[in-house]
């Protein structure tokens, strides 16, 4: 037998799934946004995530964020990669904008990171910076590993996706090395909540969650720039046609995924403690809610990551041993439920 | 001198000599470079082969290694018992993953895969049985014949034996009548179903075989290591097995030993060189593991073999294959009798009617042609007759039997066979393995057999079929060329050939005209009336009037969904409504 439920423990189990699952519906939600869009499974979303903790708890002990300087080298390739498709095109077009993205706003991020921080800055600044420098990775990595690649087939961007990964996290571990951090509460105290205790800061990432999903839903559904999103989502090159950009595209998606990543970075470190190497894992649960919502549909993608978030809870007070393989396992009846509900659909590679 | 270097056992010498010229540690990391060609031969066949991408192979290892752990060291089994509890218990996991995840679109099983690999790791390292995350220790070494097989060269000859099996039976498959059904699922599950093959049944077959080749892979590394624990079976290790088939060639079984030997060695230098040179110690070798990932993807998508076939400039041998029939496998038809029945056949999408009311019959020995502007639902007929689209309501029937509600598998072995609009090739096989495609149910022979080579009398008779129907559309000189290679006029008529290897009782021809040039179409329209000629009967879908008239001995013409002619060519085209459909003068 494990241990002893009560209503107490209900409530607090109830209480840590709904804050981790709500993070996991930002993942959820923003990896359904980049995969209908550009059909990549954008599996380093979680390095979003654990990179935004990483910085901002370094700039509040003080340190030096490393992530600015994997920011300036990274830019200064994709800005390299840039000139040289418009040497080979004999264009120079989009040379201006390209500097400015890739060359000018990471240098000046990473100068504020460096030395516009001290003791005495504010959190609200160090949050900002920390989420200015993640969304300004966002197109950066895009521009650098995907755009070469856009036309191939989804699994080769899947594969590419974990090549991309692989690299992040090692130069994860490098930049902000082995230990695992937390950052300081952004809101203190309790409140109740039909008589049992919820701590402000539950409130608040539900809050966020909910706010955010609101606004993709807004920004999707009635801005131009979100209906042209979609339309590359649809037909890649039929919006080409129409002059929707699939290279913008790509990368506005990715400074969206990289924003959202950013924000649940920032949510989840008061309350989990987060190591170089945490963004797998926990992008793969945004993937397990992702999938139970077909990959496609927002509102399901969101129920989805609600329910791993309470399944985790609630399987690591009873068997917290099995907690990674109850989440994951869930995945093969999902994917049951999911192929006997849907007919199979013919799909033709390359 | 490159004629000698050609086949593969000039290099199964080198391997052979290897712990001559090597120290005990290099002789003992080959040992495991070859246990790692093992799990991404399985790689080959699952992603390079069939299109599907799976990053858990690394835990099917896990199984295997910790079934032969677990029962040589609790139960004190015998290791060469032990094998096939592995293999099979593996195969029996992935044959229920693969059960629940084929029938989906690619990336769910890439996806899922991720899942697998993070659960069984986890699953494996908090079993007390399996001894946690220490593991198992105290495995026995393999013996055989009371010779002890301890040691790392007994293991790598060891080693090197399974690998070399393993590739042969992989040749093998990949070369037969299984084989070319299993090459042409990627390219579209409706090609592997219009030759009468199930691609469903074949995926699963393929990720079972790959769970095999990766339970070996587990098997031995257990008695290699001899002790195991969940380390090597994460997930990091899952997605490196991919990324070694990658980077070696995805759809080369030779890639799959170079892909592993340049992984394997580059990994041993970078651990070693990377910390030094960046003072901390860490696994940063995938940083650099992800980078050439990345640069392969984007710049040399076939990975390191095709590049190094093209540098070496090895060709294949002239294929030494005799053209001559297989005897019929069914009786045909007497010329002139009704062998398809369109009765009053009805196909709606949502309100608009594609197919409306249609009746009309084909008969034997005669080709009829189905005529009509674009947009007038032949397309949708020639689907429904095909057995791609059910129909709403109405009959078909094929000799008849009713076919309305069959599938395009079901059909095939029937006797109808079929081309398609838009050319479905293997542009990777050879012209005359496409033809032979074609006989794919006229062979019995399954995946065992061919893997060990027991097929080659059956084997050589399909080719000799698929080289006559060469002969008989005028392609037998191009026959060791690759489909993919061909003008689209020459693939469109090699799909005949595909098509006529399969003896069919009925041709389905679907637009054959459509994007030809004026000789390719002349060489096309000679070639029907051949076939005409000789009895064979064709329904030949075609927009393209003038096409049609010097062909067919009859013609249906169909205008939104409805008949509206229905005669010999020079009637039909004096009609005044088939007139105004296709002029649309008042």
């Not at chain 1, 498709?85 to 990171?113: C, E, M, N, T, Y």
């Not at chain 2, 060269?153 to 070319?180: C, E, H, K, P, Q």
Request: hydrophobic share 55%.
């Amino acid at each position: 037998m494990g241990p002893i439920m009560d209503l107490t423990i209900f409530g607090f189990l109830v209480q840590d799934g709904l804050t981790t699952g709500a993070v996991y519906i930002l993942l959820a939600v923003s990896l359904v946004m980049v995969f209908t869009v550009t059909r990549i499974v954008l599996v380093p979303q979680g390095e979003f995530v654990a990179f935004a903790t990483l910085t901002l708890a370094g700039l509040e002990r003080g340190d030096a964020p490393g992530l600015a300087w994997l920011l300036v080298a990274a830019g200064v390739l994709a800005f390299v990669m840039d000139l040289s498709a418009a040497r080979r095109r004999g264009s120079r077009r989009g040379i201006a904008a390209a500097a400015v993205l890739f060359l000018a706003v990471p240098a000046v991020l990473a100068a504020v990171a460096l030395y516009g921080i001290g003791a005495s800055t504010p959190l609200a600044a160090k949050i900002a910076v920390t989420c200015a420098m993640v969304v300004a990775l966002g197109p950066i990595l895009y521009r650098v590993a995907f755009q070469p690649m856009a036309a191939a087939s989804p699994l080769y961007l899947l594969i590419a996706a974990i090549a991309l990964h692989f690299v992040l996290v090692g130069a994860g571990l490098y930049l902000f090395g082995p230990e695992g951090v937390r950052t300081s509460p952004l809101l203190d105290g309790s409140t109740e909540v039909l008589s049992m205790p919820v701590s402000v800061q539950t409130l608040l990432i539900l809050a966020a969650s909910l706010g955010l999903n609101l606004a993709l839903f807004a920004f999707f559904g009635f801005t131009l720039q979100g209906k042209a999103l979609r339309a590359t989502a649809v037909n890649r090159r039929g919006a080409e046609l129409v002059g929707v950009s699939a290279d913008y595209a790509g990368q506005l998606t990715f400074a969206l995924a990289a924003a959202i990543g950013a924000l649940s970075g920032v949510l989840i470190g008061p309350v989990t403690t987060i190591y170089y190497d945490s963004g797998f894992l926990l992008g793969l649960k945004g993937f397990v809610g992702a999938i139970i919502g077909g990959l496609a549909a927002y509102p399901a993608a969101a129920v989805g990551a609600l329910l791993v978030g309470l399944l985790e809870a609630f399987s690591s007070f009873w068997a917290s041993a099995y907690k990674e393989v109850i989440v994951f396992t869930l995945i093969v009846p999902v994917l049951l439920w999911r192929s006997l509900a849907h007919v199979a659909v013919e799909e033709d590679h390359d | 001198m490159t004629d000698r270097l050609r086949g593969p056992l000039p290099w199964l010498i080198v391997a052979a000599l290897l712990p001559l010229v090597l120290g005990p540690y290099h002789v003992a990391l080959f040992g495991y470079i070859f246990i790692a060609a093992l799990v991404t031969l399985g790689i080959v066949l699952l992603t390079g082969v069939t299109g599907l991408i799976s990053f858990g192979q690394a835990a099917f290892v896990g199984i295997g290694a910790y079934t032969t752990a677990y029962l040589t060291t609790t139960l004190a089994m015998s290791p060469w018992l032990t094998l096939p509890v592995a293999v099979v218990l593996t195969a029996g996991a992935a044959a229920v993953i693969g059960a629940v995840t084929l029938r989906m679109s690619g990336h769910f099983l890439a996806i899922a895969s991720l899942a697998w690999g993070i659960s069984i790791y986890f699953l494996v390292g908090n079993l007390p049985y399996f001894g946690g995350f220490n593991g198992l220790s105290g495995i026995p070494a393999l013996t055989l014949f009371g010779i002890d097989l301890r040691g790392e060269t007994a293991m790598y000859y060891v080693i090197l034996s399974f690998l070399a099996a393993s590739i042969w039976a992989v040749l093998n498959l990949l070369d037969s009548r299984v084989g070319r059904a299993i090459r042409s699922i990627r390219h579209g599950a409706a090609l592997a179903e219009s030759v009468g093959a199930d691609p469903a049944r074949l995926k699963i077959a393929v990720f079972v075989i790959a769970a095999a080749l990766a339970a070996l892979a587990g098997w031995l590394y257990a008695h290699h290591q001899r002790f195991v624990n969940p380390t090597p079976f994460g997930i990091h290790m899952g997605i490196e097995y991919l990324f070694m088939a990658v980077i070696g060639g995805v759809s080369s079984v030779w890639g799959a030993v170079i892909g592993a030997l340049v992984v394997t060695l580059m990994k041993q230098a970078l651990e070693d060189l990377l910390p030094s040179l960046l003072g901390q110690s860490g696994n940063f070798e995938i940083v650099v593991f992800g980078v050439l990932m990345l640069l392969v993807l984007q710049h040399a998508r076939q990975g390191l073999w095709p590049w190094l076939i093209e540098r070496t400039g090895v060709r294949r041998a002239p294929s030494r294959v005799a053209a001559d029939p297989m005897p019929a496998i069914r009786a045909k038809p007497e010329p002139g009798e009704a062998i398809l029945r369109i009765d009053r056949v009805r196909k709606s999408f949502g309100g608009l009617a594609a197919v409306d009311e249609l009746s009309f019959r084909a008969e034997a020995g005669r080709v009829l042609g189905l005529l009509g502007p674009n947009g007038a639902g032949k397309s949708t007929m020639f689907n429904l007759i095909s057995g791609v689209l059910p129909v709403s309501s109405g009959e078909i029937r094929f000799l008849d039997r009713r076919i309305d509600r069959e599938r395009s598998r079901v059909l095939a072995a029937q006797g109808m066979a079929r081309t398609f609009q838009h050319v479905k090739l293997v542009p990777s096989m050879t012209v005359l393995e496409n033809a032979a495609l074609g006989a794919h149910l006229r062979g019995r022979h399954g995946l065992l057999r061919a893997a060990l080579r027991l097929d080659r009398a059956e084997e050589a008779r399909l080719l000799a079929e698929a080289a006559y129907q060469l002969e008989r559309v005028g392609l037998f000189a191009q026959r060791d060329e690759l489909a993919g290679n061909l003008p689209l006029g020459q693939q469109r008529i090699l799909e005949i050939a595909r098509a006529l290897a399969s003896d069919p009782v009925l041709l389905l021809l679907d637009e054959p005209a459509a994007g030809l040039r004026y000789k390719e179409k002349q060489a096309l329209a000679r070639l029907l009336m051949r076939l005409r000629d000789d009895g064979v009967t064709v329904l030949l879908v075609e927009h393209d009037m003038d096409f049609i008239l010097g062909i067919a001995d009859r013609l249906v013409v169909m205008h939104y969904g409805r008949k509206l002619a229905d005669g010999a060519p020079r009637e039909v085209q004096a009609n005044a409504d088939v007139q105004l459909a296709y002029l649309g003068a008042d």
